[in-house]
């Protein structure tokens, strides 16, 4: 178990303190502090990991498996958690892990026959967004509430661009005669 590795364990182990203090009053008055600081905290080991595995030759079958599947599990909770606190609207939720999901498959599919589907740049900037939003819904600052809203919109535009460009790039993988 490399450096990498053991970053994305740690980023799932902490979608459970995340989860307990972002929808419970565990830490009082700061429970929202403590899980906006655990959001960022796992949101970085993600940066890092990847970083660190490429950068020194550590990429492992596990980590590629991990990586994507922490990032998906430490977005999904919070958006999910976010429903429950009403801070934002289910349909936008259901967009974003549907597109995960469909993602997901597509890769699923590709692996199958031996076809690597790299992250696209509006993947990442989706991600970027996306990460930004759970972090101003977590914070829930009035002053900042049309940031907030405009960051949510540009995340499901993103999100749905993103999946739009997988499917255009990659349509071959659904449709090609041989699969």
Do not use: H
Not at 44 to 54: F, S
Not at 57 to 71: I, Q, R
């Amino acid at each position: 178990m490399n450096l990498p590795n053991k970053l994305t364990v740690f980023r799932v182990i902490l979608i459970i303190p995340f989860v307990l203090f972002l929808l419970t009053d565990l830490g009082g008055d700061y429970s929202d502090w403590i899980s906006l600081a655990i959001f960022i905290i796992a949101s970085l080991t993600d940066m890092l990991d990847g970083k660190i595995a490429r950068k020194y030759n550590l990429v492992t079958n596990f980590g590629k498996f991990m990586d994507p599947l922490a990032d998906k599990l430490l977005v999904s909770a919070a958006l999910i958690c976010l429903i429950e606190m009403e801070r934002i609207p289910a349909w936008i939720v259901v967009i974003i892990i549907s597109r995960e999901f469909i993602i997901s498959g597509f890769r699923l599919i590709a692996s199958d026959n031996n076809i690597v589907i790299a992250a696209s740049y509006w993947g990442k900037f989706k991600t970027t967004f996306q990460m930004i939003m759970v972090c101003l819904m977590i914070a829930n600052i009035e002053a900042l509430n049309m940031i907030t809203l405009i960051i949510m919109w540009i995340a499901v535009i993103l999100t749905i661009v993103s999946l739009v460009d997988y499917i255009i790039k990659n349509k071959n993988v659904l449709f090609d005669g041989n699969i």
